[in-house]
């Protein structure tokens, strides 16, 4: 059976909609006041912006234990591995995030894939966890 | 209704059970041989001697991403947060990772709490990430 355009929409619609982008709200950098605006809340802002219309979830979180590299952001997709990445820039990483998001929920076998991935989620990558039912590597 | 003493010990085991600690097996230390025995997988076998009789799983995983502050494990449990730790030491830190996931899996807000953690937990902290269906932050 071949799907119509619009199933096939929906059926993109519906995977995206599993893809959820964290962005740590109280992220800032060495240089940032400590009572001033969060640039983290800026980069979550900003993120929950170019993620519209995508299907990509965005949620603010208080904290991703990241604090040596702000700003810094999570993101996770059922079935797939979870990736935290750092040193993101507010006015500059947030379509890279939703990016990164889409490229993993369309990702066959729940790895973010290297090539392909844009530059700020190659190097800014913190840590990577497998999914749930993650099966044991054999020695 | 009072629990019986087995009754416990099967809610413990059963709360422990949703506990997984995941070790890098491929992490190696800057001046390890890179053709020589993995320290990563030393740590994952003591942590898995460590396990026994307590109900957590240990799961093998080829990299979590860390690579730059060897050796690596992460550990979650349902409905909880989960957790990156780096600067392991295979001969030293497995019973650590083994108490860290009874603490994850006992924690009624799903966090691992601060005091009483095993001190390598606290400085070797790398990242954390929310749950699945954690709720939005409020600004």
Same mark, same amino acid.
């Given at each position: ?44 802002? @900003?993120? $929950? ?7 990509? &979830?965005?949620? !603010?979180?208080?904290? #991703?234990?990241?604090?040596? =590299? ?23 990483? @947030?379509? $890279? ?7 993993? &929920?369309?990702? !066959?076998?729940?790895? #973010?894939?290297?090539?392909? =991935? ?22």
């Amino acid at each position: 059976m071949t799907l119509t355009g619009i199933d096939a929409d929906e059926d993109e619609a519906a995977t995206l909609a599993a893809a959820t982008v964290y962005v740590c709200i109280t992220c800032r950098r060495p240089d940032d006041p400590e009572d001033g605006p969060r640039p983290g809340l800026a980069l979550a802002r @900003a993120t $929950a912006q170019a993620a519209q219309g995508t299907g990509v &979830a965005v949620c !603010q979180v208080q904290c #991703l234990a990241n604090c040596s =590299r702000p700003c810094s952001a999570a993101m996770r997709c059922d079935g797939a591995w979870a990736y935290v990445f750092g040193g993101l820039e507010p006015d500059r990483d @947030a379509p $890279a995030l939703i990016e990164g998001a889409r490229l993993l &929920a369309r990702a !066959q076998d729940g790895i #973010l894939p290297w090539r392909g =991935r844009p530059e700020i989620l190659k190097r800014g990558l913190i840590a990577r966890m497998p999914p749930i039912g993650f099966e044991e590597e054999r020695e």
